[in-house]
């Protein structure tokens, strides 16, 4: 009984998606309960209680409060039997993050509304190399931007995009609608087999993917081609 009980403490016995860190890789931050979450920061219980029912005895501290335990200091949570300074730091310092993430104004993500809105947030890495770079944005569902990545750059005549690439980032970060870009330094607007080719692949890869190609842009300098304004995605 005492083996089993034993057992019973230590979470690297428990299966995996009871685990608080495995569960967060497996099912993400929102599967975990305050408790779990509060557990993945001590790390450790103590020799009779686990991780997770440590960290339950702090919310218990507080009511269940995480406004007031955002309150309590590192002398306060020591208080606590088996909160030492290292977990009480740990614990301070998590939620004075979070504050201060909540006082900051998020900043406005561009909406991409037309080829016009792509090239101008485009425009300024593309439009005066020397050799060829390929760019995406990725957006959410709303048609903002998520992020603007470069994919890979070549020579004064060409560039590789691999539609793995993209495909692999819009998945990360959850896309739903990627713009593909790149520039011809030689100031030639028109589009190549290759461009059409990589278009047609990319078109046809978001739709099993649900991930839309929005457009593909040619910057040449100044100007630029849109593939979705001559109805070409």
């Known amino acids: 009984m005492e083996i089993n009980e034993s057992r019973k403490l230590n979470i690297k016995n428990w299966s995996p998606e009871d685990r608080p860190r495995e569960k967060l890789v497996m099912k993400g931050t929102g599967a975990l309960s305050d408790a779990e979450l509060i557990a993945i920061l001590i790390g450790t219980g103590t020799t009779k209680i686990t991780a997770v029912e ?3 005895q702090v919310l218990q501290h507080v009511n269940n409060d ?5 309150r309590l200091t590192v002398k306060d949570l020591m208080k606590i039997k088996g909160i030492g300074e290292a977990k009480a730091i740990t614990i301070v310092a998590a939620l004075e993050l979070g504050r201060r993430r909540k006082e900051l104004e998020p900043e406005a993500k561009p909406k991409i509304a037309s ?21 995406v944005l990725l957006l959410n569902r709303a048609n903002r931007v998520i992020t603007k990545r470069r994919i890979s750059e070549g020579g004064v005549s060409g560039t590789v995009a691999d539609p793995k690439i993209i495909f692999k980032l819009a998945l990360e970060e959850l896309a739903s609608g990627v713009i593909v870009a790149h520039n011809h330094p030689s100031g030639n607007l028109s589009a190549s087999q290759q461009d059409i080719d990589l278009t047609r692949k990319l078109k046809e890869g978001g739709k099993l993917l649900e991930i839309q ?13 849109s593939f979705a304004d001559n109805g070409q995605v």
């Open 66 to 70: 995480l406004h007031s335990l955002a």
């Open 54 to 56: 440590l960290a339950r």
């Open 115 to 135: 080829s016009k809105d792509a090239f101008e947030l485009l425009r300024g890495d593309l439009m005066d190399l020397p050799k060829e770079e390929f760019w």
């Open 213 to 225: 190609l929005l457009d593909h842009i040619i910057v040449a300098g100044t100007r630029y081609y």
